[in-house]
T-cell receptor, first 115, second 108 residues
């Protein structure tokens, strides 16, 4: 079945540690996105990528980094510079830029807790 | 920048009709989408309006007025399983920006 796989589902981190969240899709989608969601809040865009080897900052990119070396993969690194990293992280993909059909396909999310 | 406004919470009984309004401010607007998210789950796509007017998909309908920068999601014949958060999202500049979400609580 085609879809988006995020791992790990749950992750605990000590302050000062970098962590990398994995996102893999087999939908053959060009565009991929990372969103952050805090309890009871909406989704805020961290980074997005329209094609391989290219990505753009979203609204809250500080303290995060990404890479897009393969079409299928868009990993997100939460660095120690992110002051409040505890959140639910959602990866998504679409056939082309979000301005096309407005339809994103989401993974099941990764819940990061900083101890 | 972009901003979206939608009510934070709506409560209704089974079988009722609920309308969730969304107003937005953005440049380079393409269209308005709606997503449903159950607690602990991932958002799922419900509908997209690129042109003015009403789009109907089963019990759910979505409306857009580009001149008023306004849209709404209409949930009809409410069922208990419709209890969830609903987000409007604007498409602009190859990305989607989400509103804060409306929590819908369906009571028996």
């Amino acid at each position: 079945d085609g879809g988006i796989t995020q791992s790990p589902k749950y992750l605990f981190r000590k302050e000062g540690q970098n962590v990398t969240l994995s996102c893999e899709q087999n939908l053959n989608h060009d565009a991929m996105y990372w969103y952050r969601q805090d309890p009871g809040q909406g989704l805020r865009l961290i980074y997005y990528s329209q094609i391989v080897n290219d990505f753009q900052k979203g609204d809250i990119a500080e303290g995060y980094s990404v890479s897009r070396e393969k079409k299928e993969s868009f990993p997100l690194t939460v660095t120690s510079a992110q002051k409040n990293p505890t959140a639910f992280y959602l990866c998504a993909s679409s056939t082309r830029g979000g301005g096309g059909t407005g339809e994103l396909f989401f993974g099941e999310g990764s819940r990061l807790t900083v101890l | 920048g972009q901003s979206l406004e939608q009510p934070s919470e709506v409560t209704a009984v089974e079988g009722a009709i609920v309308q969730i309004n969304c107003t937005y401010q953005t440049s380079g607007f393409y269209g308005l989408s709606w997503y449903q998210q159950h607690d602990g789950g991932a958002p799922t796509f419900l509908s997209y309006n690129g042109l003015d007017g009403l789009e109907e998909t089963g019990r759910f309908s979505s409306f857009l007025s580009r001149s008023d920068s306004y849209g709404y999601l209409l949930l009809q014949e409410l069922q208990m399983k419709d209890s969830a958060s609903y987000f409007c999202a604007v498409s602009a500049g190859n990305k989607l920006t989400f509103g804060g979400g409306t929590r819908v609580l369906v009571k028996p």
